[in-house]
T-cell receptor, first 114, second 117 residues
Framework: DTAVSQTPKYLVTQMGNDKSIKCEQN?????MYWYKQDSKKFLKIMFS???????INETVPNRFSPKSPDKAHLNLHINSLELGDSAVYFC?????????????FGSGTRLTVV | AQKITQTQPGMFVQEKEAVTLDCTYD???????LFWYKQPSSGEMIFLIY??????QNATEGRYSLNFQKARKSANLVISASQLGDSAMYFC??????????????FGTGTQLKVEL
């Protein structure tokens, strides 16, 4: 059973389109995250949700909108895609907001905007 | 200022040798955690080892150990007896406590390790 699963694994789309990435975790964790890995492999947090509540919202364009229907799911919707949005997007989860438990990452979604 | 610094963009090591990947960090928070992740060419992020700021002993997990020097703010990863399958990108990351941004992981820029025969 996959602990953190993301769909789709690959996404190729044209500029201007709207797309969504879905994430689900079956670990019982209460906190979920979206990270972006750019072409230089640098990983940066975008959003964090704890029990469906948004707790971290880094300086991300408002074309990116996360949604957490329940604590096991965190989706990322991106409007009006731009070339610069091409990256690998990782979902992750952990238990607790201020604990020191590890993060479990999904396998990533490689988004290519053409 | 960079919170996590990895100064070695690329490293080579011969099979069966030990290798140290450097990581220094910057925080004023007394409570923090340091993590190392491995990212092979297939792309997934694999958790390797964790060190808490209050842990008295250096963390070890199989062939991985963390050389934690708190006063120097360094958390180097040591891989013993390198294997070809260790070839990957390695990321150091920090999670600060309540005063430092809560639960997000801040990553370094990574070190690409290549294990040679």
């Amino acid at each position: 059973d996959t602990a953190v699963s993301q769909t789709p694994k690959y996404l190729v789309t044209q500029m201007g389109n709207d797309k969504s990435i879905k994430c689900e975790q079956n670990l019982g964790h209460d906190t979920m995250y979206w990270y972006k890995q750019d072409s230089k492999k640098f990983l940066k947090i975008m959003f964090s949700y704890n029990n469906k509540e948004l707790i971290i919202n880094e300086t991300v364009p408002n074309r990116f909108s996360p949604k957490s229907p329940d604590k096991a799911h965190l989706n990322l919707h991106i409007n009006s895609l731009e070339l610069g949005d091409s990256a690998v997007y990782f979902c992750a989860s952990s238990q607790g907001t201020y604990s020191f438990s590890g993060y479990t990452f999904g396998s990533g979604t490689r988004l290519t905007v053409v | 200022a960079q919170k996590i610094t990895q100064t070695q963009p690329g490293m080579f090591v011969q099979e069966k040798e030990a290798v140290t990947l450097d990581c220094t960090y910057d925080t004023s928070d007394p409570s923090y955690g340091l993590f190392w992740y491995k990212q092979p060419s297939s792309g997934e992020m694999i958790f390797l080892i964790y060190q808490g700021s209050y842990d008295q002993q250096n963390a070890t997990e199989g062939r991985y150990s963390l050389n934690f020097q708190k006063a120097r703010k360094s958390a180097n990863l040591v891989i013993s007896a390198s294997q070809l399958g260790d070839s990957a990108m390695y990321f150091c990351a920090m999670r600060e406590g309540v005063t430092g941004g809560g639960n997000k992981l801040t990553f370094g820029t990574g070190t690409q390790l290549k294990v040679e025969l």
